[in-house]
């Protein structure tokens, strides 16, 4: 008999299912502290949550048959997930049970926009007549650009076709199999600018795609595009966004989130009557909260039950003790994948790993650590150590272990080659000790670099006083370099060069290093 402890308010649908599992007891306790849940845990093997309890590792040590922690709804914060995955706890959660909420309210606010439906409305509450000033567009044989074809995404592109519309769609991490089974065309995003009439946002807020809606993009779109929002409000420069509006370039917005949120009454997109808006309710049905019940009962009594795994944002450990052993490599297989994504030039369509000494005792679950940090640097959904060869699958990256990649020679060794369209990069990595992981090859070029934090990856000619230039520059900037490594072909041949900084590096700074007449490239990453 599994024994559940329920700590927040769930779905009655939730509820019901947890009463008739017959071989499930079920507890309700709410408001509990930390203390409190501390002491009455030891005897439960499943736990659902939302977000009032914190699942502390303090928690955690008293949790002595606890193998499930399922979270209804999306967010994982209030959870220890490094001490449950140590303790060999499945870290669960529902982050597709308000996507059909969230794709629908997204066509609702496109329909709304290019009708001018709330504007419409006010006018007849104010015994206004005036059809004429509200006379709309249709969505039929429209161009819609979606930015993120995931969860929503996908669902949207769906949707959108059945108004008749041509889906356009930009996302690097989605596979040309996937796009052509949803009927959409996958283009780069300069192309989605220029030839969507509407664009619709569904990507993740991650620093390549803060912003991604700003005056220089807004130049490159069609005259009077409509611009539909109901993803993260920092994807939209809104002063830009403003002034578009006013001059006529976008016709209109609709927007369900903010950079800050509630909007602040002072707020100028509050003064423009081609904008209409709404307080994020995207995910705020009916049937989103039934899902969100349902859905993490399911999982935990599979999950018990010994059947599937679904959603785990960390990984269902048999054997805590190996994990543990194996943390610095996982760790360093996580930054090389990240690397790897960070200096790609282009979208990742193979991934190729080798591993030498010991590790090849462990080469699953190396490569699963290895493709975790190759897409957690731009995707919006937690990657983990269960879906990441999924996601990878779904991009239409090619996994393969092989032998023979032309590497350096270390007692233990990780060796990555990713391929994209017209490139290819090769990166290795080992552990001097447990706390001194190296990157120690790219490409051809010999390296010592401890592979964390801000870093400048230069490309170059090597020249006289080419390092001396670099940190002035950097100086200059009031930029304070922590440490800095470097690889060369020959001498006066080409250079790579890691800057470690103590914080990012300003656009202006990278620009005056590229105008450096040496330095053929600069990219920066975290790690």
Known sequence: MHKILVTDELSPQGMDMLASAPDVTVDVKKGLSEAELAEIIAPYHGLIIRSSVKITAAVLEHADNLQVIGRAGVGVDNVDLEAASLRGVIVMNTPGA????????????????????????????????????????????????IVGLGRIGSRVALRCRAFGMDVLAYDPYIGADAARELGVTLVELDELFARADFITLHTALTPETKEIINAETIAKMKDGVRLVNCARGALVNESDLV????????????????????????????????????????????????????????QVLDALRGGDIRNAVNMPLAEPNIVQKMAPFLHLAETIGSLQTQLAEGRIKRVEVEFKGELNQQVKLLTVALLKGVLSPNLEERVNYINAPHLANRRGIVVSQTTGLDARNYPNLITCRVQWENG????????FSPDEPRIVQIDNYRMDVRPEGQILVLESQDVPGFLGRAGTILGDAGINIAAMRFGRTEPGGQTLTFIKVDSPVPQTAIDALLAFEPVEKVVQVVL
């Open 424 to 431: 290819s990069r090769l990166i290795s990595g080992t552990l």
């Open 98 to 145: 308000n996507s059909m909420a969230t794709a629908e309210h997204t066509i609702a606010m496109m329909l709304a926009l290019c009708r001018n439906i709330p504007q419409a409305y006010h006018a007849m509450l104010e015994l206004k007549w005036n059809r004429k000033q509200f006379v709309g567009v249709q969505l039929y044989q429209k161009t819609v650009g």
């Open 243 to 298: 002034a578009a509006i006013q001059s006529g370039k976008i016709a209109g917005a609709a927007l369900d989130v903010f950079s800050a949120e509630p909007l602040p009454a002072d707020s100028p997109l509050r003064g423009l009557p081609q904008v209409i808006f709404t307080p994020h309710l995207a995910a705020s049905t009916v049937e989103a909260q039934r899902d969100v019940g349902t859905q993490i009962v399911s």
